[in-house]
């Protein structure tokens, strides 16, 4: 035991037993990871990856909606068109192996980020087992990013970027001299995060931050690079944040993400949302609270450290935080980027407080979070079930729009869009996540508080799919209420979740269902839930 505790109280991450609870920690992460796919902007993304291949170029107009406008704003062009690889990479991969495929992919990368922040954590002197234990509760915390989406490679591209950058400088600063390739990867990364993710514009200021610094830090007589050293520093950063604008929208990333941010989908889109907001939409107002603490209070500890806290570290940290703060979407960047500065500046403190409980310390929080994490992660992998989220996925539905004659458009509820893009291409729907036009949300929240008259005498509407109980607020849909008493809509398919009805005029051709029967089991199954 005192050997084993030795071996784990080490400083050195070379040690046999640091290694295998290493393993034994991201072995759970991926595991976590592994959580069924559900209703996200994933279906799209595969769907855009398809088209891509198929058309061998990127597309100009929108190709899966109906009511989307022509030609597309900057905001609605940037979301069609700024993440091909990403895109190309899910539809490879589900040729390859399918549904499943894509799950372990979304675990490998997930557990891609954290490897990276624990290797940052441990490469600015945490204690390799202390660090593993700080990341082992984040995936719980941040369960909301568990989807298979390209804002992950901004995740990555941010650490990768950091990381690369941070040791560049100190292999100049040591009067290392480094190989061009160790260089070359910088504006690879760039080159690639640009056209796996839109987000590679945080790479351009994480750049430019570092750049500006060392460039103050020469001119006042500072600790600096060598000459030569900050001029081949120079020579990858120009580079880098050249390249990055080889991609489908160029720089037009750059203002239009902006006018995103501040635009009215910002309003909205509950990501966007502070991040407290945030939580307390969904209910977890305590969570949102924990969260900006994760970000705020290291960062008010390394503040004590003034003296030595460099000027890069600041404005990146107080950046991420404010991002982080005022947006959800930036939370888990926020945490990440603002640990992985404070373990530069308090690590060996941390470390010399709990090397005095000779290991016992450090052995107990890793086997507390991580048994916590193992925990939640067994209880909700889909490696040993369905790789879809149960209940979730409207595939009844979809079998009945892929196999009925139908006339007119087809209107659908939201959270329904990827999916039917996916499984209906080529032919168009009424709305997707993409939130494309802001002129066709508000169209859509007209409908959703059921005044559809003039929006579906606009599309040609002949068939709408909705669900009987609304997904996000899980009553009655008005929708639904209001179509089951119009005799100009029939029903063409119903079950306990989904219901399609078809406009009688245009779709007398095919059968349709007892309207009061259907209302019969509604009701009774809204008693039955309200037992």
């Not at 557990?111 to 660090?131: D, K, S, T």
């Not at 700080?134 to 990555?156: A, T």
């Not at 307390?280 to 609270?289: A, I, R, V």
Request: with cysteine; net charge positive; proline share 4%.
């Amino acid at each position: 035991m005192r050997a084993l505790l030795d071996n784990i109280v080490s400083s050195s991450a070379k040690k046999p037993v640091q290694w295998l609870l290493c393993c034994i920690t991201f072995i759970f992460v991926f595991i976590y990871h592994t959580y069924p796919l559900g209703l996200s902007d994933f279906w799209w993304h595969l769907n855009m990856g398809r088209w891509i291949w198929s058309e061998g170029g990127m597309p100009v107009d929108d190709p899966f909606l109906f009511s989307s406008p022509s030609p597309l704003d900057a905001r609605a062009s940037l979301i069609l068109r700024g993440y091909p690889l990403s895109q190309l990479l899910m539809l490879g991969i589900f040729e390859l192996g399918g549904i499943y495929a894509l799950v372990l992919l979304k675990g490998l990368l997930m557990m891609l980020f954290y490897g990276l922040l624990w290797n940052q954590l441990r490469r600015n002197g945490l204690h390799p087992v202390l660090a593993l234990a700080i990341i082992s509760p984040l995936p719980l915390i941040f369960f909301r990013f568990d989807e298979l989406r390209p804002q992950i490679f901004s995740f990555i591209g941010t650490l990768l970027v950091i990381q690369l950058t941070e040791y560049i400088l100190e292999a100049g600063k040591q009067g290392k001299r480094l190989k061009w390739y160790v260089l070359a990867f910088l504006p690879i990364i760039m080159l690639l995060w640009a056209n796996l993710h839109r987000g590679f514009i945080i790479g351009v200021g994480i750049l430019f931050v570092y750049f500006l610094s060392e460039w103050l830090t020469k001119k006042r007589g500072g600790n600096a690079l060598p000459d030569d050293s900050f001029r081949h520093f120079s020579i990858a950063v120009f580079v880098s944040l050249v390249v990055a604008f080889f991609n489908p929208v160029g720089v037009t990333a750059m203002w239009a993400s902006f006018t995103e941010v501040s635009g009215p989908f910002s309003k909205v889109i509950d990501e966007f949302l502070g991040t407290v907001r945030y939580f307390d939409f969904h209910g977890m107002k305590q969570l949102g609270y924990l969260v900006v603490a994760l970000g705020v209070l290291p960062f008010i500890a390394i503040l004590f450290h003034w003296r030595k806290l460099g000027m890069h570290h600041f404005i990146l940290a107080a950046s991420f935080i404010v991002a982080g703060i005022l947006s959800f979407r930036f939370s888990l960047m926020m945490v990440a980027v603002v640990f992985s500065i404070a373990s530069y500046y308090l690590s060996e403190r941390i470390n010399r407080r709990l090397a005095l409980g000779k290991g016992f310390a450090i052995l107990i929080i890793w086997i507390v979070s991580t048994g916590i994490l193992a925990n939640d992660a067994l209880s909700r992998t889909s490696l040993a079930g369905s790789p879809l989220e149960k209940g979730v996925i409207p595939s009844a539905a979809v079998d009945y729009l892929q196999n009925s004659s139908l006339s007119g458009n087809i209107y659908n509820y939201f959270e329904y869009g990827g999916y039917l893009s996916w499984q209906l291409y080529p032919r168009k729907i009424y709305i997707d996540q993409r939130n494309l036009s802001w002129e066709v949300y508000q169209e859509y929240s007209k409908v959703w508080r059921g005044n559809y008259g003039d929006v579906f005498r606009k599309y040609g509407i002949g068939a709408v799919i909705y669900p009987v109980l609304d997904l996000s607020t899980g009553r009655p849909s008005r929708l639904v209420a209001r179509l089951l008493y119009d005799p100009q809509w029939g029903i063409g398919f119903f079950d306990e979740r989904d219901i399609i009805f078809i406009r009688m005029d245009t779709n007398n051709h095919l059968p349709h269902l007892d309207k009061q029967r259907a209302l019969d089991e509604i009701l009774e199954n809204l008693q039955n839930k309200s037992k």
